[in-house]
């Protein structure tokens, strides 16, 4: 029943940018990795970037050079600053956190980028 909330996703033109967020609710503690993933149409779930709880941070290479990863833990927020879009980034985007015991997830925010 809990839910991580994302929000940030739209349409852009290539080469454009956006700013991914998700809160992770009061009710998940003891957090490990937070984790972005996406899945494009018949497509198998990706996973994008992640962020240790120590604010290391690790890319998918499709995604290096052009994603960044942060955590605030006093919000309890992760974010995802996508710049220099392509079409093949258009995918929905999942937000994932990981407590060495359970993983919960958000919806998907749908990202599109335009030719």
């Known amino acids: 029943q809990v839910q991580l909330v994302e929000s940030g996703g739209g349409l852009v033109h290539t080469g454009g940018s956006l700013r991914l967020s998700c809160a992770v609710p009061g009710d998940i503690f003891s957090i490990n990795d937070m984790n972005w993933y996406r899945q494009a149409p018949g497509k198998q779930r990706e996973l994008v970037a992640r962020v240790s709880a120590s604010g290391r941070v690790s890319y998918g290479d499709s995604v290096k050079g052009r994603f960044y990863i942060w955590r605030n833990n006093a919000k309890n927020t992760v974010y995802l600053q996508m710049n220099s879009l392509k079409p093949e980034d258009t995918a929905l985007y999942y937000c994932?956190?990981?407590?060495?015991?359970?993983?919960?997830w958000g919806q998907g925010t749908q990202v599109t980028v335009s030719s």
């Open positions: 994932n956190a990981n407590s060495g015991v359970a993983d919960y």
